[in-house]
């Protein structure tokens, strides 16, 4: 299948500092990736679409002023979490959508733990 | 209620039996649908595409769409300890838009 990366794997921060996380398609080009969070035992919940050079389409509930995502190339989509609070920490995982058939492969996710 | 169900288990089986699991969905508009393994601490992996209603078969893994009942199902073959992992099942209504999961039903698979 293909192949997403995210960039870092894990990622220790203080209390108001910025975080970026990368995602990159590294075999084929994606219009379109999402992003995830994923709390511990529990299911991916989807932030926002991601769009390559448009902007990025939120779901309810999640602030697109803290969750900034640039969707700059058809190979990379980034998502800075800014002004992290502890709150913040969880699993961050993108996806993009590869070919005709829909098909959504994932990136290995980025952990993030904000102390 | 939501859009995608799932038994979230834990689901305990011996190694060699065959699994089944199973998602309902309640948007009819669902086009796709998907089967995810994800383990602890990784990125879910894609096991299973299907469009529109029918079934597929790849190796040990059959994955099932009965789009009149809303039910998708996934029946693992001679499972094995390593596929011990939670499972998640997705929709979509359709291209590039995005998918709803269920909550992943955790499978032990005991050798």
């Known amino acids: 299948g293909a192949v997403v990366s995210q960039h870092p794997s894990r990622v220790i921060c203080k209390s108001g500092t910025s975080v970026k996380i990368e995602c990159r398609s590294l075999?084929?080009?994606?219009?379109?990736m999402f992003w995830y969070r994923q709390f511990p035992k529990q299911s991916l919940m989807l932030m926002a679409t991601?769009?390559?050079?448009?902007?990025?389409?939120?779901e309810q509930g999640v602030e697109k002023d803290k969750f900034l995502i640039n969707h700059a190339s058809l190979t990379l989509s980034t998502l800075t979490v800014t002004s992290a609070h502890p709150e913040d920490s969880s699993f961050y995982i993108c996806?993009?959508?590869?070919?005709?058939?829909?098909?959504?492969?994932f990136g290995p996710g980025t952990r993030l733990t904000v102390l | 209620q939501k859009e995608v169900e799932q038994d979230p288990g834990p689901l305990s089986v011996p190694e060699g039996a065959i699994v089944s699991l199973n998602c309902t969905y309640s948007?009819?508009?669902?086009?796709?649908f998907m089967w995810y393994r994800q383990y602890s601490r990784k990125g879910p992996e894609l096991l299973m595409y299907t469009y529109s209603s029918g079934n597929k078969e790849d190796g040990r893994f059959t994955a099932q769409v009965d789009k009149s009942s809303k039910y998708i199902s996934l029946f693992i073959r001679d499972s094995q300890p390593s596929d011990s992992a939670t499972y998640l099942c997705a929709a979509s209504k359709g291209y590039g838009q995005n998918f709803v999961f269920g909550p992943g039903t955790r499978l032990s698979v005991l050798p």
């Open positions: 996806s993009a959508l590869v070919g005709a058939n829909n098909e959504q492969f």
């Open positions: 948007n009819s508009a669902f086009q796709y």
């Open positions: 075999d084929f080009q994606a219009t379109t």
């Open positions: 991601s769009n390559e050079g448009s902007k990025a389409t939120y």
